[in-house]
């Protein structure tokens, strides 16, 4: 069955346009609080947001379609994506839903849906909510007499900051650190900061007036240039970057200069290796992350395993092969024992440990490795499937050749933009970059032959 609706993350779009209007994230409530009732008890659903002024929208639609298939509604506000996926759990409920487009702009929005479990529903689950939202739901809901009450539910910021302090041991402290936190005026504006500053740092928190068009708006981890002059500024030890929803980081050192998602997990893997609390002797990542990476881990007698783009395979690899550390080179980073998908306040937790406990500059702490030489590029496409073009197909057998077996070549569509992505890296960058832009402009011209 062809998906329709879901991505490599949830359902994502424009706000107000199809699939992100209210008329669907109603029916796609429906079709969840449908699929997800499992016996006679009062079924229940937790829902968060991030600061998006389409948030007020998608939320009481998806209200009205859980609550007309007999759910109880408990509303979070907003808050990051990894507290919903923690709070499913304590709270005991069927489901739960995280509305955010995670690091695009204000005008999209998205909706990601987590099991009973914590974790991110798998293919086989959503393409049955697929089957279900273009449907007549009619016969399925509930009666007039059954119907699901919706309230909103006070205390979960606490909870969630505390579990998050809980993940380093009691006698740790952050004090002496001056952190500088990006909230990317975003879902963790207030937790974020809070929980640094209860730990017992100096913390200076920027992009933490969200207005709801001001999410991700040149701030946050995919633009980490005011953190870096902040962090410049005030003379910090460290900067934390997070994204719109708060599930992925990105540091910035004393220097200003920006520490990626695969130095974060060598830092961390290091750690946890000499800790001896590292499981499956390795590290979980996509095929995005840096042959740097890989080339460290096998340094120090650990394996790198990469997935298919997508934090929710990362997870599901670790799942299935028993591994507790995970994620992208964008700042995902999973912490299984603590988490069940990416946690960015949870991650900066573990790396200002580490700096506190080597107790040198964040500079010589994360810079872990030399990063191979890399380059990517995104070549928006409409309608057209240029990679089934034969110039292209031989376009990227010839950029393969090239690069020989001392780099990687990877080229794919974006599971939530309509955008070909081609990434490639090797020990020589001029070689690297012909290779990237020889591709590139084959599929762009591939594009307007279309």
Not at 76 to 105: C, K, Q, W
Not at 189 to 205: C, D, Q, S
Not at 305 to 333: C, P, W
Request: hydrophobic share 45%; glycine share 10%.
């Amino acid at each position: 069955m062809t998906r329709k609706y879901f991505g490599t993350d949830g359902i994502r779009g424009r706000a107000n346009s199809a699939p992100m209007t209210a008329d669907i994230a109603m029916r796609v409530g429906m079709a969840a609080g449908v699929l997800f009732q499992n016996g006679k008890h009062r079924h229940r659903v937790v829902i968060g947001k991030d600061t998006r002024i389409s948030g007020y929208m998608l939320e009481n639609a998806m209200v009205a379609g859980f609550c007309s298939a007999g759910m109880d509604v408990f509303l979070l506000g907003p808050i990051p994506t990894p507290a919903v996926a923690m709070l499913v759990r304590s709270l005991r409920a069927d489901i739960g839903v995280m509305i955010s487009a995670s690091h695009n702009p204000y005008t999209d929005n998205g909706i990601k849906l987590f099991g009973p479990d914590g974790y991110k529903l798998s293919d086989e689950i959503e393409l049955k909510i697929e089957g279900l939202v273009d449907h007549d739901l009619s016969p399925m809901l509930a009666d007039a007499d059954a119907l699901g009450r919706a309230k909103r539910i006070d205390g979960v910021h606490d909870r969630y900051i505390e579990a998050a302090k809980r993940t380093l041991p009691r006698s740790m402290s952050l004090s002496g650190l001056r952190i500088v936190v990006d909230c990317a005026n975003g879902a963790a504006y207030k937790v974020a900061p809070a929980a640094l500053w209860e730990m017992g740092a100096e913390v200076i928190a920027i992009n933490n007036e969200p207005n709801g068009l001001n999410i991700n708006d040149h701030c946050g981890s995919t633009h980490p240039e005011s953190l870096s002059s902040k962090v410049h500024e005030v003379r910090a030890d460290i900067g934390i970057a997070l994204d719109g929803d708060a599930d992925r980081m990105l540091v910035v050192d004393e220097h200003g200069a920006v520490i990626d998602g695969d130095q974060i997990m060598a830092l961390i893997a290091e750690s946890w290796q000499k800790a001896g609390r590292l499981a499956g002797k390795g590290v979980v990542a996509t095929v995005m992350s840096n042959l740097g990476l890989e080339r460290f881990l096998g340094g120090i007698g650990l394996e790198l395993h990469r997935t298919k783009v997508g934090d929710r395979y990362v997870v599901e690899h670790m799942r299935a092969h028993g591994f507790n550390l995970g994620g992208e080179q964008s700042g995902h980073i999973v912490l299984s024992d603590f988490s069940t998908t990416g946690d960015g306040l949870v991650a900066a937790l573990q790396v200002l440990a580490c700096l506190k406990r080597a107790d040198k500059p964040a500079s010589e702490v994360c810079a872990k490795f030399e990063p191979v030489p890399q380059m990517l590029k995104n070549v928006r496409y409409v309608g057209a499937k240029p990679l089934e073009e034969p110039a292209v197909k031989q376009a990227i057998a010839e950029g393969k050749d090239r690069l020989g077996k001392s780099g990687r070549l990877v080229i794919r569509p974006s599971g939530t933009e309509p955008l070909i992505r081609v990434m490639a890296e090797g020990d020589d960058m001029t070689v690297v970059e012909t290779v990237v832009d020889d591709i590139a402009g084959v599929i762009a011209a591939a594009r307007s032959a279309a």
